[in-house]
Nanobody, 122 residues
Framework: VQLQASGGGLVQAGGSLRLSCAAS????????MGWFRQAPGKEREFVAR????????YYTDSVKGRFTISRDNAKNTAYLQMNSLKPEDTAVYYC????????????????WGSGTLVTVSQ
């Protein structure tokens, strides 16, 4: 599975962005998808995940109520809708895939995608 993240950019605080993670392969529906982020000078952190096949979602506390993870199996794509963005959301966002569920710790993830930079200005 190859993953390609896109959709990052510069946005003002309070704005919205939608990240996409396009996956190759014909078994996308079997993979849980997740988003992680890494801010400058900080460690990578879990943001959200959506499990397969249940579709159950999980979020880190700081994004609950603002971010929504979803997937379209027909398009082999996962999304992260980010609303009410804050400057502290500024980071490089990475998508990840793992059979069933992406480990929230990020260790042992089967596949990582490229990063996409999100910058939230005051």
């Amino acid at each position: 599975v190859q993953l390609q993240a896109s959709g990052g950019g510069l946005v003002q605080a309070g704005g919205s962005l939608r990240l996409s993670c396009a996956a190759s392969g014909r078994t996308f529906s079997r993979y849980g998808m997740g988003w992680f982020r890494q801010a400058p000078g900080k460690e990578r952190e879990f943001v959200a995940r959506i499990d397969a096949p249940s579709g159950r979602t999980y979020y880190t506390d700081s994004v609950k109520g603002r971010f929504t993870i979803s997937r379209d199996n027909a398009k082999n794509t996962a999304y992260l809708q980010m609303n009410s963005l804050k400057p502290e959301d500024t980071a490089v966002y990475y998508c990840a895939a793992d059979l069933g569920a992406v480990p929230m710790a990020g260790n042992g993830v089967d596949y990582w995608g490229s990063g996409t930079l999100v910058t939230v200005s005051q």
